[in-house]
């Protein structure tokens, strides 16, 4: 059993990792962008010239116009995608309310009463555009409704924890911003994986401030060039400065552009993303495997770590229970969930981590806790608590001294 420090973190150990198996002939469920979005005013605006800040008052609701994006809560809600460790640019800036920049727009995104989601751009210069980005980057060309109905109907303990944290998407972030942060993430916390995410994005444009946070769009690769190992080390990164700057420096000695070369990964099979991202200074399988399911279109890349593989023990391989976890191993826990899953494993794998987090535990059910965990769950939980107070301290502390 892992310590409460390290489960709150939801630390990801760097572990050796399989080549991931091949893709299983399953049905395709992405889907049209215009059978999903409304028609969207031509009219355009830029609200650069003109900013609309979130009001920071208990009346900010009624102040703001919310868009609705006609999405219900089994298809996204806002608490099961964004705290779970797949971005670390977006905050929670009000009640099921969150803010996070979209390339160059700055959005927040609201649960509304009756399930649907609502959306505000503070800044951009097309509505249209940054509505376009924002399902895409939400991933709705893909339907939970309709891949989850495979994993429940093929796993009886998914559909338990399904009926309790639907709405958990997996999301389809620029591939850039997904590399650099999960890079930062090796061996390492969310406190400080996004301490570090915030110091890099800030090298990026400014777009305006949500709920006494700054938000920045992503530096590019040349901003990213001007950044040297010394100055990332002197912010903390560690040996991690060394890697980012390789990795940028390779980025842009590929030809034909890195962000090309990136968007190209979309195309590929798993293991050739795989094989190419781990050529990356930094990069190791595991590394890879996030940011193929998290940006690359990979949906049944599984990045295995402890977590992933005392999920696999108990629930799909118990046979590997108590094994060490070599690359032989790893290579049985992917395959496990390729075979259970299908083609979008990965989505399958997230919610089963989620459902492992101590900040969901709370809201299932005791039947479906490991039945060791049981025992210490509850301790977990407090400690949790406790560390959420003293970090709303430090926020409320942080917007007096700003105001």
């Known amino acids: 059993m892992q310590s409460p420090r390290s489960i709150l973190s939801m630390k990801r150990p760097k572990t050796p990792s399989p080549p991931p198996p091949s893709t299983p002939p399953t049905p395709q469920h992405r889907q049209s962008f215009a059978k999903l979005i409304n028609p969207i005013s031509n009219k355009r605006r830029n609200i650069l010239q003109n900013p609309q800040p979130l009001p920071s008052s208990s009346s900010a609701d009624a102040a703001i116009k919310w868009k609705p994006l006609k999405i219900n809560k089994s298809e996204l809600y806002l608490p099961l995608t964004f705290p779970t460790g797949q971005t670390f640019r977006w905050r929670n800036t009000g009640p099921l309310q969150y803010t996070g920049p979209i390339g160059p727009h700055l959005v927040s995104l609201k649960q509304l009463e009756g399930n649907d989601v609502g959306y505000y751009c503070h800044f951009t210069d097309s509505d249209e555009t940054a509505r376009l980005n924002l399902f895409d980057f939400l991933n709705m060309g893909i339907s939970l409704n309709e891949i989850w109905s495979v994993f429940k109907a093929s796993d009886e303990r998914f559909a338990e924890l399904a009926m309790y944290l639907e709405g958990a998407r997996v999301l389809r972030q620029d591939p850039l911003e997904c590399l650099i942060q999960f890079i930062c993430s090796s061996n390492n916390n969310i406190q400080r994986i996004t301490k570090m995410v915030d110091f890099i994005s800030s090298k990026g444009k400014f777009l305006g401030n949500v709920g006494g946070f700054d938000f920045f769009e992503f530096p590019t690769l040349d901003k990213l060039a001007l950044v ?36 190209s990964l979309r195309k590929s099979d798993l293991q050739g993303a795989i094989t ?128």
């Open 276 to 403: 190419g991202l781990s050529t990356l200074p930094g990069v190791g399988p595991k590394v890879a495997a996030c940011v193929a399911l998290f940006s690359l279109d990979q949906h049944h890349a599984i990045p295995v770590d402890t977590h992933v593989w005392q999920i696999a023990t108990r629930y799909l391989i118990p046979e590997l229970a108590g094994t060490t976890l070599t690359p032989r191993v790893c290579s049985r826990v992917a395959d496990a969930f390729v075979s259970k899953y299908g083609k979008y494993a990965g989505w399958a794998q997230t919610l089963l981590f989620i459902s492992e987090l101590p900040s969901q535990k709370s809201i299932l059910p005791s039947s479906l806790w490991n039945t060791v965990e049981k025992s210490e769950i509850k301790l977990q939980i407090e400690v949790q608590e406790i560390q959420e107070t003293k970090e709303n301290r430090r926020s409320k502390k942080k917007k007096m001294t700003v105001k």
């Open 228 to 263: 040297s190992e010394a100055e990332l080390r002197e912010a903390g990164f560690g040996y991690r400065a060394k890697y980012i700057v390789g990795t940028v420096a390779a980025l842009q000695s590929k030809s034909g552009g890195g962000m090309e070369w990136l968007a």
